[in-house]
């Protein structure tokens, strides 16, 4: 089954600060989706990534999904405390009508420091 | 903007007692999951269910865990004998299109199970 790695587990940076988070899959990506978790809340939606090269932009925030399709970034511009939380990527387990299930990585926990 | 809600936020239940987990999904949106996420942890998928039947389920969605849609606006998992192990945050999501198909789900706040 596939299996998503996020690097790095945690990460404190000052405001105003850039920063980049990693999810490494162990098969092709057919969908790449990036949620954010506040502590003990529910999964936020960020951006879904389909085509390898793809790169989707919202406020300051931007994902990308390598050629290959077994590796997301997510990267932060000029980071701000309400930009705390978990970062989660997500992966379509199987292409296309085959699974419906979102496989999970164990998350990225990023402190914003004022 | 539309958002799936559960309730409750917080249940604390018996081992070996029932529990129902409700939520309300997105209005028309079509498919519904249920995931878990056991503290420390991944986010792991339960089940999807579509036009009133399960759909797809994983190997945690043993016997003891069963979906039901009541009417045309709930979505609920019951827990038939609560083990302390089934402790974790429940989420459902609903999507309007079926998942794998690079569609996005969207997630409600969660319920926090716990089994003493």
């Known amino acids: 089954s596939q299996e998503l790695e996020q690097s790095p587990q945690s990460l404190i940076v000052q405001e105003g600060k850039n920063l980049t988070i990693n999810c490494t899959s162990s098969k092709t990506l057919y969908g790449l989706y990036w949620y954010k978790q506040k502590y003990g809340e529910g999964l936020i939606f960020l951006m879904m990534l389909q085509k390898g090269g793809e790169e989707k932009s919202h406020e300051k925030i931007t994902a990308k999904l390598d050629e290959k399709k077994q590796q997301s970034s997510l990267h932060i511009t000029a980071s701000q405390p309400s930009h705390a939380g978990i970062y989660l990527c997500?992966?379509?387990?199987?292409?296309?009508?085959?699974?419906?299930?979102?496989?999970f990585g164990k998350g990225t926990k990023l402190t914003v420091n004022p | 903007e539309p958002e799936v809600t559960q309730t409750p936020s917080h249940q604390v239940t018996q081992m070996g007692q029932e529990v129902i987990l409700r939520c309300v999904p997105i209005?028309?949106?079509?498919?519904f999951y249920w995931y878990r996420q056991i503290l420390g942890q991944k986010v792991e998928f339960l089940v999807s269910?579509?036009?009133?039947?399960?759909?797809?389920k994983s190997e945690i969605f043993d016997d003891q865990f069963s979906v039901e849609r009541p009417d045309g606006s709930n979505f609920t998992l019951k827990i038939r004998s609560t083990k302390l192990e089934d402790s974790a945050m429940y989420f459902c999501?609903?999507?309007?299109?079926?998942?794998?198909?690079?569609?996005?789900?969207?997630f409600g706040q969660g319920t926090r199970l716990t089994v003493v």
């Open positions: 999501a609903s999507s309007e299109a079926r998942g794998g198909l690079n569609t996005e789900a969207f």
């Open positions: 997500g992966a379509d387990e199987l292409r296309g009508r085959e699974s419906e299930k979102l496989v």
């Open positions: 269910f579509y036009n009133n039947e399960i759909s797809e």
């Open positions: 209005s028309n949106h079509l498919y």
